[in-house]
């Protein structure tokens, strides 16, 4: 079991920067690729940004690239996600995802088992 929490969501003024935090508590973090997927109003869930279980890989949306940056930290079973130069259209609520154990890196939200509450993100024009 792999409870995980996210905090650091709020209001921004566009071209602003917030970083999201999940903490995760439970067994197997290290063995976990862990990402951060997003949901707008009224769209589907979609991949943001993801980093290997080993620390060797980082994978992003195209949207986010250059402006995203995910990090993790496994003695501290944390993962984050600093959003710099952020725009409206990222507006959502921002999830942080742990993937099956032993997978590879992936930006399919069906391989991650386990999910945190998510924290809004608002970007004002």
């Known amino acids: 079991q792999v409870q995980l929490v996210e905090s650091g969501g709020g209001l921004v003024q566009a071209g602003g920067s917030l970083r999201l935090s999940c903490a995760a508590s439970?067994?197997?973090?290290?063995?976990?690729?862990m990402a951060w997927f997003r949901r707008a109003p009224g769209k589907e869930r979609e991949f943001v940004a993801a980093?290997?279980?080993?620390?060797?890989?980082?994978t992003y949306a195209d949207s986010v690239k250059g402006r995203f940056t995910i990090a993790r930290d496994n003695a501290k079973n944390t993962v984050n996600l600093q959003m710099n130069s952020l725009k409206p259209e990222d507006t959502a609520v921002y999830y942080c995802?742990?993937?099956?154990?032993?997978?590879?890196?992936?930006?399919?939200?069906?391989?991650?088992?386990?999910w945190g509450q998510g924290t809004q993100v608002t970007v004002s024009s």
């Open positions: 995802a742990a993937e099956t154990p032993f997978r590879a890196i992936t930006t399919i939200g069906s391989e991650y088992d386990y």
């Open positions: 980093f290997s279980r080993d620390g060797g890989r980082t």
């Open positions: 439970g067994r197997s973090f290290n063995a976990r690729t």
